[in-house]
């Protein structure tokens, strides 16, 4: 069993920052990928950056150049830096993390910015 659990998630100022992390846990071997996604209020669950097994990142294009993904293999946790916030920044961030054909979400953290 795999848990996941974020934390640094928090109001912020439009332009302001937030660092999220990201700590796993439990059987944890062969990761395929590890990354956060977010969910708006009415919309579906979104990619936001993640890395591969080859240490690939992938961000989405409404955050690149705004937040940078990072991890501690030791620790086996991803950040995510989120800089210049904006307003449509404002969801609830999971982490994930996908081990063969497993997938794995921690609880969410939730980010909002105000304008």
């Known amino acids: 069993q795999v848990q996941l659990v974020e934390s640094g998630g928090g109001l912020v100022q439009a332009g302001g920052s937030l660092r999220l992390s990201c700590a796993a846990s439990g059987r944890i071997f062969a990761i395929n990928n590890m990354g956060w996604y977010r969910q708006a209020p009415g919309k579906q669950r979104e990619l936001v950056a993640t890395f591969t097994s080859d240490d690939i990142t992938t961000y989405a294009d409404p955050v690149k150049g705004r937040f940078t993904i990072s991890r501690d293999n030791a620790k086996n946790t991803v950040y995510l830096q989120m800089n210049s916030l904006k307003p449509e920044d404002t969801a609830v961030y999971y982490c994930?993390?996908?081990?063969?054909?497993?997938?794995?979400w921690g609880r969410g953290t939730l980010v909002t910015v105000s304008s």
């Open positions: 994930h993390l996908r081990m063969g054909f497993q997938n794995y």
